[in-house]
């Protein structure tokens, strides 16, 4: 005897595509404890995974545009160090020409 969801016989992971042939009257009273299957928490996560993957380019150009502003950022540190270093040397420049 072949049973659903066993290997002679894989349940299909979408409810649509099952055979009706897979269907079977269940051994189990109506009244039992044991939960009907549901598939709802299956096509949540589908849903769940296919708005991921749209929000993907979403997620890309903010992580690029982010490190463009720390690129800038870190370029215009630079600067200012370079500046910094350049102002200290014309200083140091002056001091000696007036101490001369």
Not at 53 to 77: F, K, N, Y
Request: no cysteine; aromatic share 0%; glycine share 4%.
């Amino acid at each position: 005897m072949s049973l659903p969801g066993t290997i002679d016989l894989p349940l299909a992971h979408d409810p649509t595509k099952q055979e009706p042939t897979m269907h079977h009257a269940s051994p189990e009273p109506s009244g039992s404890a044991l939960p009907a299957r549901t598939t709802s928490g299956a096509i949540t996560s589908r849903q769940n995974r296919n708005l991921e993957m749209q929000l993907i380019p979403e997620v890309l150009a903010r992580a690029h545009m982010h490190d463009g502003r720390a690129l800038r950022l870190a370029a215009a540190r630079r600067v200012q160090r370079r500046a910094e270093r350049a102002s200290l040397r014309a200083r140091r420049a002056l001091a000696m020409a007036v101490m001369h």
